[in-house]
């Protein structure tokens, strides 16, 4: 499982309020990342990081916001959870290599339903 | 928009046949391409990676990449009714270390 944690597993919140999902390395992996999965739709990028504090948007980042200021913790944060924001979020770890993108791994998700 | 394109299935194979699962990409930058499983309710496990062209074996499973067409594809040999899962193919888009997923083809293996 690549030492990725995620938490919490699941979390059932009300809309409007503020939700941070947590992502935990063990092997002090440069560049983390933070994946929202909805049916239809695949695997799409929120933010990701490639090191301590420096982070960037993916595809879908509106609402979002992620701080790194740990080599081993990746927070993504929705500032105020909305109910299409119901969905799984997985947290990803890789390290990079000189054809651009090297393997991915991925922690076991959080589903998150906002109501 | 740079793309990843997966029929999503479902694609229902008896078990012990070939399964062939396809994946088509627009960015001609892209030059790693992964393909990963994902059990129901499971998160995406790796199964291979592919930079050339040409075939790349592992086990029974075989990726090939055809990069003039555009084309990355994963062939199951000896299916077997484990192989039931969502498999996600993904190409890294260029020189960014970011990877673009498609949305998974289903893989239905009948025993």
Redesign the interface.
């Known amino acids: 499982d690549a030492g990725i944690t995620q938490s919490p597993r699941h979390k059932v919140t009300e809309t409007g309020t503020p939700v941070t999902l947590r992502c935990h390395q063990t092997e002090n992996h440069r ?1 983390m ?1 933070w994946y929202r999965q909805d049916p ?6 929120i933010h ?1 990081s ?1 090191g301590v504090k420096d982070t960037d948007k ?1 595809e879908v980042s509106d609402g979002y916001s992620v701080s790194r200021s740990k080599t081993e913790d990746f927070l993504l944060t929705l500032e105020s959870a909305t109910s299409s924001q119901t969905s799984v979020y ?1 947290c990803a770890i ?1 390290e ?2 000189a ?11 959080t589903r998150l339903t906002v109501l | 928009q740079k793309e990843v394109e997966q029929n999503s299935g479902p694609l229902s194979v008896p078990e012990g046949a070939i399964a062939s699962l396809n994946c088509t990409y627009s960015d001609r930058g892209s030059q790693s391409f992964f393909w990963y499983r994902q059990y129901s309710g499971k998160s995406p496990e790796l199964i291979m990676f592919i930079y050339s062209n040409g075939d790349k074996e592992d086990g029974r499973f075989t990726a090939q990449l055809n990069k003039a067409s555009q084309y990355v594809s994963l062939l199951i040999r000896d299916s077997q009714p484990s192989d039931s899962a969502t498999y996600l193919c993904a190409g890294n888009g260029g020189a960014t270390n970011k990877l673009i997923f498609g949305t998974g083809t289903l893989l239905a293996v009948q025993p």
């Open positions: 560049y990342y239809g739709h695949g695997l799409r990028l990701y490639y993916g997985f890789s990079a290599s054809l651009g993108a090297d393997t991915q791994y991925f922690g076991p998700g």
